[in-house]
């Protein structure tokens, strides 16, 4: 079936976004567009005319990046689940995804995309608010949720929701590098130990 003018504009952006994140993983801040619309199948031509240029086509690709944490999992199991339990869970979807063989891939594209942005504050600016959406999903994830007696609240949830990302985030790239190999209750035991009043703060 013939796709229309507007499907098809959405189908070659989507393939110039996947493009761009393939060459940007291998090459870095030294990704050329002629590669990028070669491997999408399409023109320089077509960056420029859907994108605007390369800054631009950069910017959707870094927007587009949310990471492969699912955790639509861990919402289907309800807001009954207990706090600790969450955090558990979330936990081992971090140890598991960084036991997953194409964790080396995800950790290879993000520090070319580092090396990227650093110098542009737009793209830095975009990969900053990728990085606070998993945060966000997170915190959402805690919000209301029992505990010490009393639900979880936004604020808190948000304090832990940065405390248990960054250290699960380190945890999982010790294990890509082959620093050590946490087993998953280790994980477990690591992440709920940030379960703490002096963590999560006043209510």
Do not use: C, W
Request: glycine fraction near 10%; proline fraction near 4%.
């Amino acid at each position: 079936m013939r796709l229309t003018r507007v499907e098809s504009k959405a189908a070659n952006k989507r393939a110039l976004i996947d493009a761009a994140r393939e060459v940007v993983g291998k090459q870095g801040s030294q990704a050329k567009l002629e590669d990028i619309a070669e491997l999408a199948g399409l023109t320089t031509g077509a960056i420029y005319s859907l994108f605007g240029g390369k800054n631009d086509l950069m910017v959707a690709m870094v927007d587009d990046y949310a990471g492969p944490l699912d955790l639509r999992p861990i919402e289907a199991a309800g807001p009954g689940l207990p706090l600790e339990e969450v955090v558990a869970e979330v936990a081992r979807r971090f140890r598991r995804m960084s036991a997953d063989p194409e964790a080396a891939g995800e950790l290879l594209f993000e520090t070319r995309v580092l090396d990227l942005v650093l110098n542009d504050p737009e793209l830095l600016g975009k990969l900053n608010a990728s990085a606070r959406s998993t945060e966000v999903d997170l915190a959402a994830l805690f919000t209301g949720r029992e505990y010490g007696g009393a639900p979880v609240t936004g604020e808190q949830a948000v304090r832990l929701a940065r405390a248990l990302k960054a250290l699960l985030s380190g945890l999982g790239q010790s294990i890509v590098l082959g620093v050590h190999d946490s087993s998953e209750e280790f994980f477990v035991d690591v992440a709920q130990s940030l379960v703490t009043p002096r963590v999560l703060g006043p209510a």
